[in-house]
């Protein structure tokens, strides 16, 4: 006899796996994909030097936490080309179990100059998601076509590249004298977890000597070389739906948390927790189901964790919106049975995209955008996919990167005259 399927046997529920509320705004690919006007045929002045830095960054594990070597690296490199650096140390986490290596974030600008007046900031992240997946290319002799792999090759260690690489080309070829100390490249930790190094500098900056008034900040990340117009914002919540435990013969004298929680999931999963046109659908992700101690027993408690990715405004409230109307859906399952503890997070965040040049697009991951509080404009750019950024096949074209050199370059001069 062929088992009914799950869903089947919840009364109500949806009988596709992945509902049309679910469905991204564009279908993913792991096709490590280029520009469809971008020509490899010339060979850039600063290849080498590209090729070099973006190596030397990927060969250094960095997974969140564990950022201290390439960071030194980094300050060596930028001091060694002629910048100033100033590390920001971050405090442990209360919760660290064991000492670890200091982690910091690097702000860096042209020298001499000791007390920079920046206004427009160029920032990414020097952290990696785990694991550490070594340096590999496909040519000795690199061309524009030549595939470069490894952890962080696209996410974001192809965008601190190519900021440097780009804001060198400006200094050493005069395209912004005399405003040499008007930007400041920032690189921080713990992007891919809490955001703690973005955070931290912006609670921080003030004692900066002297504070930062930045008019523009241009933030790294994978966007396949499009200018992003702003990207979904995000909350999460550990949910817990408390039953009555009993004997499973007798499933009339309990109450199955476990019944309770996919029932409630599965009505969260089939409703519109608010939608956009810019942004599509609000979704949600169930990344850990548990509960229950034994078959036998009528489960008395279950949890989940879910993370939403939200298409509503505005920014400071949009996640807290989302998830009450979370709870209100898990409530019409049963008023008593549910509780939790949400982070409520961030609604839609918008970016500037009004750039000649640029072709423009949204995307569903969140960023360090939010993090840092300010009337600043905001551009949101980087080469790479984000389709292959997580993922064991991590890789981007060399040509790609240099396109992102020569976008990088457009973007500071604008920001600088806007």
């Given at each position: ?13 949806s009988l596709?796996l992945?509902s049309?509320?679910?469905?991204p705004?564009?279908?993913?690919s ?13 060979r850039?002045?600063?290849?080498d030097?590209l090729?070099?830095?973006h190596?030397s ?7 969140s936490g564990?950022?201290?070597d ?7 490199y930028?001091?060694t080309?002629?910048?100033v ?21 690097i702000?860096a600008?042209?020298g ?20 550490f997946?070594?340096y590999?290319?496909?040519d ?5 076509d030549?595939?470069?792999?490894g ?6 260690k192809a965008?601190?590249?190519s900021?440097?690489i ?15 100390d008007s930007?400041m490249?920032?690189?921080v930790v713990?992007e ?5 190094g ?8 003030g ?8 008019k523009a900040?241009?933030?790294?990340e ?9 990207h979904?914002?995000?909350?999460s919540?550990?949910?817990t739906?408390?039953?009555r435990a ?23 999963l ?14 949600v992700?169930?990344?850990?189901i548990e509960g ?9 408690r ?9 298409a ?17 859906v898990?409530?019409s ?14 609604g ?20 360090d ?7 600043h ?14 993922g064991?096949?991590e890789?981007?074209k060399l ?10 370059k ?9």
């Amino acid at each position: 006899m062929k088992a009914p399927s799950l869903l089947a046997l919840l009364p109500g529920s949806s009988l596709a796996l992945g509902s049309e509320l679910q469905k991204p705004l564009k279908t993913a690919s792991t096709v490590i994909t280029s520009a469809s006007h971008e020509s490899y045929d010339s060979r850039p002045p600063y290849r080498d030097d590209l090729v070099f830095l973006h190596k030397s960054l990927v060969e250094i594990p960095s997974v969140s936490g564990d950022e201290y070597d390439v960071g030194k690296f980094l300050v060596d490199y930028l001091t060694t080309h002629g910048f100033v650096a100033q590390l920001e140390s971050i405090p442990p986490p209360s919760n660290a179990s064991e000492p670890s290596k200091p982690r910091f974030n690097i702000l860096a600008w042209p020298g001499p100059t000791r007390h920079p007046s920046p206004k427009v900031l160029v920032s990414s992240h020097i952290d990696t998601v785990p694991p550490f997946i070594p340096y590999s290319r496909t040519d000795e002799n690199p061309s524009g076509d030549t595939v470069i792999a490894g952890r962080g090759s696209v996410d974001a260690k192809a965008s601190v590249a190519s900021q440097i690489i780009a804001l060198q080309y400006l200094l050493e070829h005069g395209h912004i004298a005399e405003a040499e100390d008007s930007v400041m490249l920032l690189y921080v930790v713990g992007e891919e977890t809490s955001g703690d190094g973005m955070r931290y500098f912006s609670d921080t900056r003030g004692r900066l000597d002297p504070p930062p008034d930045f008019k523009a900040a241009i933030f790294g990340e994978p966007t396949e070389g499009r200018l992003v117009c702003g990207h979904k914002g995000i909350t999460s919540c550990n949910i817990t739906a408390k039953g009555r435990a009993g004997h499973s013969g007798y499933p009339s004298l309990g109450k199955s948390a476990t019944e309770l929680l996919m029932r409630g999931l599965v009505r969260v999963l089939d409703t519109d927790l608010g939608s956009s046109e810019e942004f599509g659908n609000t979704t949600v992700n169930v990344g850990l189901i548990e509960g229950g101690v034994a078959a036998n027993v009528i489960p008395e408690r279950a949890t989940a964790r879910v993370a939403i990715r939200v298409a509503i405004g505005p920014e400071p409230d949009g996640g807290k919106i989302v998830a009450e109307r979370l709870l209100e859906v898990l409530r019409s399952v049963d008023e008593e049975a549910f509780e939790f503890d949400c982070q409520y997070g961030y609604g839609v965040v918008k970016c500037n995209c009004d750039v000649e040049g640029f072709e423009t697009t949204t995307v569903n991951y969140g960023t360090d955008v939010h993090n840092l509080e300010g009337n600043h404009t905001r551009y949101l750019y980087g080469p790479g996919s984000i389709f292959v950024a997580h993922g064991s096949d991590e890789a981007i074209k060399l040509g790609d990167l240099e396109k992102s050199v020569e976008d990088y370059k457009k973007l500071i001069l604008h920001a600088l005259e806007s």
